[in-house]
């Protein structure tokens, strides 16, 4: 199903960013989200067969008009719950979220260190960061007192590593192998 919710996603992206909105599109979609996941009964709703099609059409028109949201996410949401595949829709938005990214050249950085690093590090940080990549990084920064000194940074599948622990464990490798 992960290929589904990519190619809605990806559908929704070439749309969102034809038009020139494709951060509008990301907080609608992400509100809908949120609605749909704290819903169940909406949830119900919209997957049962015995629902016709214009009355999901008519619940989503009411939705998407209370929470604002364009054209482009009202016709998206018809799209989806036509071809009944409104139980992807929490997949959906995780995976438009990263689609857009990666469109945009953004790249999330899960960065843990073993202390709180100083905003001037952060922006050090960062700038590398985006040279390695060629990406606008987006950082999330969390503590790790483990690492014992120095950060472990994630970027997508990439994990570079410069963390005490790991220094010394690479040294305690090399030792035992002497």
């Known amino acids: 199903m992960k290929s589904a919710s990519l190619q809605y996603a990806n559908a929704l992206a070439d749309i969102a960013l034809a038009q020139s909105a494709a951060e509008p599109a990301a907080k609608q979609l992400d509100g809908f989200g949120a609605a749909y996941a704290e819903s169940a009964e909406l949830r119900t709703f919209l997957a049962s067969p015995a629902v016709s099609v214009e009355a999901k059409h008519a619940v989503l028109e009411k939705i998407a008009g209370r929470l604002g949201a364009s054209k482009i996410i009202r016709n998206f949401l018809f799209v989806i719950a036509d071809h009944r595949r409104t ?7 995780a995976t438009f979220q990263q689609v857009l990214r990666q469109r945009q050249g953004v790249a999330e950085a899960e960065i843990a260190s073993a202390v709180e690093l100083s905003a001037a590090q952060k922006k050090e940080l960062a700038a590398t960061l985006a040279r390695l990549t060629g990406k606008k990084i987006e950082p999330k920064y969390s ?5 014992l000194g120095g ?4 970027i997508g599948d990439t994990i570079y590593d410069g963390s005490l ?3 010394l464990n690479e040294m305690r490798a090399r030792l035992a192998a002497e």
């Open 87 to 93: 139980q992807l829709i929490p997949e959906i938005v």
């Open 143 to 147: 503590l790790d007192p483990a690492l």
């Open 151 to 154: 950060a472990v940074v994630r």
């Open 165 to 167: 622990r790991s220094r």
